[in-house]
T-cell receptor, first 115, second 113 residues
Framework: EAAVTQSPRSKVAVTGGKVTLSCHQT?????MYWYRQDTGHGLRLIHY???????EKGDIPDGYKASRPSQENFSLILELASLSQTAVYFC??????????????FGAGTRLSVL | QQQVRQSPQSLTVWEGETAILNCSYE??????FPWYQQFPGEGPALLIS?????DKKEDGRFTIFFNKREKKLSLHITDSQPGDSATYFC????????????FGAGTKLTIKP
């Protein structure tokens, strides 16, 4: 069964601090994604990657960096966390990036609170 | 600019009734429309999907109706069960890239027993 594991599941950070969210997938998928979920906005794409050591900007990349050190791992980095980055973050993987009718497999999410 | 809109924001129906969730889009290049179901504390999971060449897709109690001319679609859940209580996201993408999947804001569905 497809598996995407996120850590931590919840995090409290201070404004201006550095936050790293981690994602690990055992699906052998090439594509990995980071989404942000806010009430009233659905899911918005922050960064994605289709190969190790390469990342691409999504729709809302400002204030975030991403790292894909291997096919299985994808991290989201907030260098200077801000109050506006309080949200739930989801990692996802897929194996048919570039084609339609592709299924995203999501992790359980990380709830981030920036104080 | 929200390219995929969902209504209503929240919906409550009685067990056994049919729940109807609506979705509309703006980009005429969208040709694939998945619906994702999300339970509290979990990530979204694909429920059912339709491509623009079809006007209807059924999977058990879940049916998507698609109107390409009006750029509208709807998800019908017949014989609603309390276990169907979840948030449902309509999404859309074009053939040129999965990274272009655009999600709506979601409809929170509550089924009362």
């Amino acid at each position: 069964e497809a598996a995407v594991t996120q850590s931590p599941r919840s995090k409290v950070a201070v404004t201006g601090g550095k936050v790293t969210l981690s994602c690990h997938q055992t699906n052998n998928h090439d594509y990995m994604y980071w989404y942000r979920q806010d009430t009233g906005h659905g899911l918005r794409l922050i960064h994605y990657s289709y190969v190790a050591d390469s990342t691409e900007k999504g729709d809302i990349p400002d204030g975030y960096k991403a790292s894909r050190p291997s096919q299985e791992n994808f991290s989201l980095i907030l260098e200077l966390a801000s109050l506006s980055q309080t949200a739930v973050y989801f990692c996802a993987s897929s194996d048919l990036g570039g084609r339609s009718q592709n299924t995203l497999y999501f992790g359980a999410g990380t709830r981030l609170s920036v104080l | 600019q929200q390219q995929v809109r969902q209504s209503p924001q929240s919906l409550t129906v009685w067990e056994g009734e049919t729940a109807i969730l609506n979705c509309s889009y703006e980009d005429s290049t969208f040709n694939y429309f998945p619906w994702y179901q999300q339970f509290p504390g979990e990530g979204p999971a694909l429920l059912i999907s339709i491509s623009s060449v079809s006007d209807k897709k059924e999977d058990g109690r879940f049916t998507i109706f698609f109107n390409k001319r009006e750029k509208k679609l709807s998800l019908h859940i017949t014989d609603s069960q309390p276990g169907d209580s979840a948030t449902y996201f309509c999404a859309a993408s074009a053939s040129y890239g999965n990274e272009k999947i655009t999600f709506g804001a979601g409809t929170k569905l509550t089924i009362k027993p």
